[in-house]
Antibody, heavy 113, light 113 residues
Framework: EVQLVESGGGLVKPGGSLRLSCAAS????????MNWVRQAPGKGLEWVSS????????YYADSVKGRFTISRDNAKNSLYLQMNSLRAEDTAVYYC??????WGQGTLVTVSS | DIVMTQTPLSSPVTLGQPASISCRSS???????????LSWLQQRPGQPPRLLIYKISNRFSGVPDRFSGSGAGTDFTLKISRVEAEDVGVYYCMQATQFPPLTFGGGTKVEIK
């Protein structure tokens, strides 16, 4: 069974940093592209970033480019999102997703003073 | 970027009756490889998104056959043949044809009358 478990969310002040992690199990992690998708409270889904299976291709939404960094460690079956210079508008539940077909439970990031 | 527009915003349905959700893309979703990467996701209250349908009409593993997808080009439809109580939630269409970015419709809320 595919499992994706996010962690690392929390309350952070504007301008601060957080690192999200996603632990994957139940499939060959190194064979799949992975995504981060976020959902602001009461809002719809917004794609944040993607990384190919071997990290050769990395993409970001314009809203996070230059502030967020996606990475993965295939030996540890883990996906990461380093978030710097956080803003109030980054407040959301952050989901990791295997391509588009499996999603984690999400981790809440709140940016507030 | 491709814009995905869903209608209606809300769909009150009687248990056992059908429901239909439309999704229109601002450009054709036919990929150069011949596939159309249009998916439908379900998000029950308090839950992460779950893939229902991929490539227009293919049900994902474990999805009941009362869910069906159809369409082509820029116009797509998700149908629920007989709505059950567990179908309450928000439904999103998502395109991956012109990536990056992944883009989502604004969501349609299915609720019981």
């Amino acid at each position: 069974e595919v499992q994706l478990v996010e962690s690392g969310g929390g309350l952070v002040k504007p301008g601060g940093s957080l690192r999200l992690s996603c632990a994957a199990s139940g499939f060959t992690f190194s064979s799949y592209s992975m995504n981060w998708v976020r959902q602001a409270p009461g809002k719809g889904l917004e794609w944040v970033s993607s990384i190919s299976s071997s990290s050769s291709y990395i993409y970001y939404a314009d809203s996070v480019k230059g502030r967020f960094t996606i990475s993965r460690d295939n030996a540890k079956n883990s996906l990461y999102l380093q978030m710097n210079s956080l803003r109030a508008e980054d407040t959301a539940v952050y989901y990791c997703a295997r391509e588009g077909d499996s999603w984690g439970q999400g981790t809440l990031v709140t940016v507030s003073s | 970027d491709i814009v995905m527009t869903q209608t209606p915003l809300s769909s009150p349905v009687t248990l056992g009756q059908p429901a239909s959700i439309s999704c229109r893309s601002s450009q054709s979703l036919v990929h150069s490889d011949g596939n159309t990467y249009l998916s439908w996701l379900q998000q029950r209250p308090g839950q992460p998104p779950r893939l229902l349908i991929y490539k227009i009409s293919n049900r994902f593993s474990g999805v009941p056959d009362r869910f069906s997808g159809s369409g082509a080009g820029t116009d797509f439809t998700l149908k629920i043949s007989r709505v059950e109580a567990e179908d309450v939630g928000v439904y999103y269409c998502m395109q991956a044809t012109q990536f990056p970015p992944l883009t989502f419709g604004g969501g349609t809320k299915v609720e019981i009358k």
